[in-house]
C-alpha cells in the first residue's frame, strides 16, 4: 500500500487545498505503480500546531501570510 505523510502548519491548507493534494499526490502514484495502486494509496495531511516545532533554532509559528485565506 503506497502511504504519503504531509507535515503542514496548521491552518496552512484549506479543505479544497487538501483535497486537491491527496488527488495529485494518488494520481502521481499511480502513474508510477499502475491503476492498482489507486484504492490501496493512502494520503495523511498531518497539521501540526503553531509552536510545536522548530525552525532555525526557534520555536515556529506561522506567519499570517501563510494561513489559508478561505475557510473549510
Do not use: C
Not at 6 to 35: C, D, F, G
Request: charged share 30%; glycine share 6%.
Amino acid at each position: 500500500m503506497p502511504f504519503v505523510n504531509i507535515k503542514t502548519p496548521e491552518a496552512a491548507l484549506n479543505r479544497a487545498q487538501k483535497e486537491e493534494i491527496v488527488h495529485r499526490m494518488t494520481e502521481m502514484l499511480v502513474e508510477y505503480m499502475s491503476e492498482a495502486a489507486r484504492p490501496h494509496t493512502m494520503v495523511l495531511i498531518e497539521e501540526v500546531k503553531d509552536g510545536g516545532y522548530g525552525r532555525a533554532d526557534e520555536i515556529f509559528i506561522i506567519p499570517d501570510a501563510y494561513r489559508a485565506k478561505d475557510g473549510d
